[in-house]
Structure formats: structure tokens, C-alpha cells
């Protein structure tokens, strides 16, 4: 209940913070966009399409949380919000993570609106199960990504300053999610580990992958593995980057 | 509460140490604690407001330990604190984020942490303004609302750090009547350079120097240290050598000093000490 509370006022902060918006809806736009352009695109009108425009959406406006969360972990200690919170009874791990959830809900909202607008086109068209599947995609291909961003974003501002953190993590970003493995370098597209979505939306919904796998075709299992690491990683980005912060915090 | 504070050091890499085995008993009631910049107050506050550990030493309040996470965490339910430098959430209203300190605060009942922000916020002259957006209430206001939520939850031990910069003399006055109010049954901390707040609010004082304990005990025993000492000078053309200037006054015939000496200028006017004097007395003693 105290959870939902914090979230609630988070949700409220994030909901007025005007920039997020402009930089999240024309990216999620141009996405959509892009969705429906691309040669890669099965269209609109089938599960492929909600899948895959999922999947665009969540590169494309993963962008966007990656530049602008930098100070998620840091602002509190410009404005001094960072003591005043820290001299709750309430774990500091807590407030922060009310504050990420908080964060996350409005930044899911838009594309998942847009989910929501092409599945509420595919119902009208006989597809029974479409806003299900806008839902689950939403859950397991948009959000992994968003928190991914969002949590490398946090974990750069907390060890770095914020403008060069933004930078580092609009870098990190794009490699995770444009670096095609047919590159001599290393990345993550193409093999489980890959962050974008490719093994859930080829291994659970059938659809063809962005990035061909180095090893056959993506399973049930691979999807699985890939989701279980995504959760794993955002764990570790958020937790390092509360630490960071605390003992950065700690030394001032 | 009673706070007793046993051999506290804390050390900051690279940095003298910002207390340097300090020991002091503090009573319930306001209590005024003064030095000057650099002295250690505002880390002394941290510390006890749970924000950082000390490098060594122990605060008890009431006898309970603070070094334990259970002691700490009980502590910080009783607890409201105003930091020097505070900026609330802006696209927040004060209703709203005195309701946010409340969670935090884990007052669990809405519509109680909603009664009691109302209050608050009337009772720091934010009434009119208590639904617009911090991000557009003056410095002022913003001030007033970090007041507001520094009482939220009526803790039993609250800490503020300069809370009187930036507010007009009428809000200050306001402020200062509050704080006293508060005072009478529970302990309020006040961190401030302006003797003036203490003086008029504070029966005990603390006076920190380079994180250790100068003084402490009644505010009229920090006075007392002027007694005798305190002069006023006749109009003079420069000021006099050798003697703490507390303040200057101009006049036709000359410039008249207030000073802390024992060896005033000729002609000079024995007057009774107050907290301003006793302060620079004690200074001027190191």
C-alpha cells in the first residue's frame, strides 16, 4: 500500500515532467512510423505487427530514457530531496524504486497507447486475442528494454557527470540495439542476450527476428533465457546504480 | 528526547575531520547550535539525522544507541528535519508533496496525512498557494514548505538547518514563534548564524569550532562570558586596535563601536552583554 503510494506521487512528478514527453512522443512516432514503413514490416493488421512494432517502438524511444535519466539517481542530491528522503524510516532502496516504477509507467504509457490503438484496429478486423497480445508485448519486449535503458542511463549518472553519462548511455544503447552481429565486433543481437526482443518475439510469437541468430532459430527456452536475463540486468544496473549513489552520497 | 553525544569523529577523505571527538549532552527543548562556517554543524545534523555514519563515536537519544539500524530506524519515525539547501519536487503542489513526506514519514492514513499538510500549510501562511506548483512559489514560499514538511508526522525530535534564510522578517518572526511553540515538549535542534534566533528561542546553546565542543549550556552562561567585557566607545575617527568589533554605529561626531575587550578605549561605556557578544567573547578566547 505504501508502495503504491510512492509510485502514485512518482507517477505524478514524471506525468508533469514536460520534457519526457517531448522527447518520448515524436520518438514513438517515428517508430510507429518506421514500423509501418519498413520492408521488415508485416503491417498492422496481425500479431506479427503488433510484435514487431513493439519491438521498434522499444528501440527507438529507449533512446530517449536513455539520455534523459542520467540524474534518476543524482538530482536528489542537487535539490537536497536526496537527504530529506534518506532520513525516512523507509529504505532508501524503496523510495528509489518507487521512484523507477513511477518513472516507467509514464514512459510505457505512450507506446503502449499506441499498442493499445493498433490492437483496438486489429478487434475491429476479427483478431479476438489482439489486445492480450498488445498487452503481453508491452510487458515482455517494450518494458525489458525501457527499464535497460533507463537503468544504464542511471547507473552512468550516478559514476559520471550527467551530460557525459546522457552521451555514454545514448552510445551504449545504440550498440545494444543496431550493432548487427554480420560486424566483426562483439554484440548482443543475434544470440539470446540480446536485449531488443528478438528472442522473445521470434521464440514465443513466431515473427521473423531483426538480427538473424547465430544458431538457429530462437525456442520457447531461448525467449525464456532472454527474458530471465533482461530482469537480471535491470537488477544489477538499478542496484549499482543505488549503490553508486550512496556511496557517492556517502563521501560528500 | 536527551541526546548524548559520546567522542564523535568523522572524517571526510582528504578533508580535516569535520568532527574531531566531539562530546556533548544535549537537553529537551530548543537548542541553539552556532560556530562558525566549516565548525561541523551541519555534519553533526547528518549524523544525527541518520544521513551518514560517524568514523568513530556514539549518539545516544533517550539511551538508545544509534549505531543500530533498529535505533536508527525507530528514530527517524520521531523525526522531522529541514536541510540547509532544499529544493521540493517542482511539478509537485505543497499539498502534494507534504503528502509525499508523509508517506515517507509512513503515515499510513490519507485522509490524515491530508488533514495534517493542510494544517501545515496554513500554519506557514502557503494556504493560498497550497495547489499551485512549488516550481512557481518564490524562494520564500519554497522555504516555507520545506518548513511545513520538516513538522509532518509531529516528530518528537526535529533538526533544521538555517530555516530562517531567505524568509522576510515578518515570516521569520512567525517562524521563530513556531519553533518556540514546538520546543516546550520535545527537542528542536536549530542551526543557525543568526544569533538573533537563538537568542530569542533557545535556553541552551552549543557553540562547534572545527568539530569540537566550544560551549555548551544555557544560552545566559554563553552571555556570561561578555559580562564585564562588553563597552561602547565615544564617536571615534578609526576604529579601535586590538579589540573584537561587534558592531559600528555612525554618527555626526564619529563612528561609535560596539566591542568585546578588556582593555577598552578612553571614555568607553561598560553595557550588558548579549548572545552577540558572549559568541565573539568566546571566539576571541581560543
Redesign the interface.
Known sequence: MRMLSLVRITLLMFYRHKALWIASIPLALFALFLAYASPMSPGFSNIHGLVFTGQVLAIFTSLAYAASFSNLMTAGRRTGMDELESTSPLPMAAIRSAHVLGAWVICISSSLLFLVLIAVYQIFRGNGMAMLAALAVALVILSPSMLIAMGISALLGALLPTILARILAVLAWAWLAFYTPLLPLPTLNGGPLSVIGDPIAQGWFHTNPMYVPANGPFTVQSGVISLLWQVCIILLLFTGANIASNHIKARV | MFISIDHLTKD??GRPAALNDLTVDLPQGMIGLIGPNGAGKTTLM?IL?????PTKGKIFIDGQDLSSPANR??L??H?G?L???????E??SPL?FL???G????I?N?RARQEQAHTLLEQVGLEDVMNQ?IGGLSGGMRRRVGIA?ALMGDPRLLVVDEPTAGLDPEERMRFRTLLAQLGQDRTVILSTHILDDVAQTCPWVCVLRCGRNQYDGPTEGLIHEAAGHTWITPPIAAPPNNVTIINAEPTPQGTRYRIVTDTPPAGSVETAPNLEDGYMALASER
Do not use: S, V
Not at chain 2, 49 to 53: A, E, F, L, Q
Not at chain 2, 103 to 106: A, H, R, T, V, Y
Open positions: 571526510f577523505r547528518r539525522t541518520g544521513i551518514i555514519k530506524r525507530n527517524k519515525r523525526l528535519y536541510p540547509q539547501h532544499i529544493t521540493p519536487y511539478n509537485l502534494e503528502d509525499y513526506i508517506i515517507l514519514k509512513m499510513e490519507k506548483p514538511q
